[in-house]
């Protein structure tokens, strides 16, 4: 073999040990970023397992949240029918009841009103605007008004200001929401002042004041306190 032979196996061979010294240092860079890209696969797959534990227990606690709302809903309802229910049958009498549905329309909750006539063995459901007249319509807004504001959580314990109730009530039932009111005031612990033209209610007040209209100036008069 001569010296041509083996310098061209020698170089061969160091080309060969150069490819494969070039093969490990790729194959070594190629591992390196596999090991990191398999690092971070590994931090996102926690990453992504720890927001859909959050997105879980966002979940139950919207759930809790509709829960607990639905909960004050229906404890506020119960409150407010029993007031509306208790002075309908205190001002008319004891064949009526306030009742309120509760409705998703469009997600949103939405409440319908109603009265409940009871004649022997049958009940009439209908509206307050239809049930009676505009009397009834009256007593349900002043209850209701009363009855929003004693079930707030508002730490509101001013007086109660009315204009004007019970304008379209007869004077056979005017008594009877005079009283009412009286009622109002020792049960909630609040005073009413209420401007009205109805002299039975006027007469029921604690004190009242006249107030006319004279040559374009308001004369005030004091009636004194019953």
């Known amino acids: 073999m001569g010296n041509n032979t083996i310098q061209h196996y020698s170089e061969k061979l160091m080309e060969i040990k150069n490819r494969h010294e070039e093969a490990k240092k790729h ?47 229906e404890q506020s309802r119960v409150q407010i029918e029993a007031l509306v229910t208790n002075c309908l049958q205190y001002i008319f009498d004891s064949s009526l009841e306030f009742k309120i549905e509760i409705n998703e329309v469009r997600g949103r909750p939405e409440a319908e ?62 008594t009877q929401v005079a009283e009412f009111l009286k009622q109002v005031t020792k049960m909630f612990n609040r005073q009413v002042i209420m401007v009205t033209h109805n002299r039975h209610l006027s007469e029921m007040a604690d004190k009242w004041y006249r107030i006319e209209m004279n040559d374009g100036v308001s004369v005030v008069t004091d009636e004194g306190i019953n």
């Open 27 to 73: 194959f070594y860079n190629q591992k390196g970023k596999r090991d990191q890209l398999l690092e971070q696969r590994s931090d996102l797959e926690k990453q992504l397992q720890k927001i859909l534990n959050n997105i879980d227990i966002l979940d139950r606690v919207k759930v809790l949240l509709q829960k607990v709302s639905e909960y004050a809903r």
């Open 113 to 174: 009103f109603y009265v409940i006539s009871k004649y022997g063995g049958t009940e009439i459901k209908t509206k307050p605007q239809d049930a009676r007249g505009g009397g009834v319509v009256d007593i349900i807004s002043l209850a209701i008004r009363i009855a929003m504001l004693e079930c707030s959580n508002l730490e509101n314990k001013g007086p109660i200001i009315l204009d004007e109730p019970a304008k379209h009530v007869s004077d056979d039932y005017i």
